[in-house]
């Protein structure tokens, strides 16, 4: 399968942070969801990505090119789009489109029609009368338009009210569905993420945490509540990510659901109580924090 992203070992190192070891591949085609509280590494991983800085240590590759020897090339079919983006508030939207379709001859003036309808935006329209939602309608509708091979997201609903970030990811959502582009998408928000990917990855720290499907998250993790005494052999199951023991009740997490385990825990004398699905969210302040609580 064709990668869209490959990083190998890569470290960037500052005064007060350190990215460090990062393992991460991205398949064509593929909408990747990178999820971690800010301050993780989000930001820095994919400035590596497109070729802003350099990494001190590991491969970076892109569209099959390494990173930096290839970025100018690489640039061509990479849009990024960030929520610290500006556009130039004082020119109408239609003057940024024409400005971008000068450097990118990619550029697709019927699919840029197309959007402006489905984002409900006024081309004429001087960027400083838009809402914060409308710009960052438009920021990606000038990235959409190039089509770009590779899509780089950081954190593109930040400070957007729930109705401009609900119409906001719809949007995005009937984009990707209408055309196949690889997606790295970066969020502190799990909700974001979880209705977009087709993959999670936990960053954490400055390290991936966890890494998979979105629906193996979803289908192996599991809250269950039992009644019993607590004992070693219990906290050594695999998968058991947080326990609260709150005698006689006994509250596990795990990641490793599957038709064996209910019945594994009541052979260690469990009686199992409720066993319910957990939330991306739930998973990922479980996977970052590593609750295994007495």
Known sequence: MNSAVVLKGVSKQYDDFALRGIDLHLPSGQVMGLVGVNGAGKSTLLRLLMGLIRPDGGEVEVLGQRLPQAQVAVKRDVGYASDDMRLYRGQSLRWHMDFIARIYPGWDENYAQDLLKRFNLKSQQKLGGFSHGQRVKALLLLVFTRHPRLLLLDEPTTGLDPIARGEVLEALADVLRDEQRSVLFSSHNTADIE??????????????????????????????????????????????????????????????FDAGTLPVLQSLGLTVKSVEPMSLEDIFVTTVRGDNTP
């Open 195 to 256: 209705q977009i990917a087709d993959s999670i990855t936990f960053i954490h720290g400055g390290g991936i945490v966890a890494s998979r499907d979105k629906e193996s998250f979803l289908d192996s993790w599991r809250r269950i509540l039992c009644q019993g005494q607590l004992s070693a052999e219990i906290r050594q199951l695999p998968g058991v990510a947080s326990i609260r023991n709150s005698a006689p009740l006994i509250e596990l997490k795990t990641s490793a």
